[in-house]
């Protein structure tokens, strides 16, 4: 009696985990926000400081601004 309850268990998680019905990834997404109008170390030192630790400071050169990335 117990293998048959083992057995059908490890069959009815199989297939919750191939739907991902009880163990879903959490998945985080990322949110781009400008900072500043220009960009220059402040940017790297700044964006952890309004944000948080998990937040990074990115200069993007094409328009030259201050942009940080975090978790939204």
Same mark, same amino acid.
């Given at each position: @009696?117990?293998?048959?309850? /083992?057995? %059908?268990?490890? %069959?009815? %998680? /199989?297939?919750?985990?191939? +739907?991902?019905?009880?163990?879903?990834?959490?998945?985080?997404?990322?949110?781009?926000?400008?900072?500043?109008?220009?960009?220059?170390?402040?940017? $790297?030192?700044?964006?952890?400081?309004? $944000?948080?630790?998990?937040?990074?400071? @990115?200069? +993007? $050169?094409?328009?030259?601004?201050?942009?940080?990335?975090?978790?939204?």
């Amino acid at each position: @009696m117990k293998i048959i309850f /083992s057995v %059908l268990l490890v %069959l009815l %998680l /199989s297939i919750g985990i191939e +739907n991902e019905g009880p163990v879903k990834v959490a998945e985080g997404k990322l949110c781009d926000v400008q900072l500043y109008d220009y960009c220059d170390e402040d940017c $790297y030192r700044d964006c952890p400081k309004r $944000y948080g630790a998990r937040a990074i400071g @990115m200069c +993007n $050169y094409h328009r030259l601004v201050c942009i940080c990335r975090r978790q939204c």
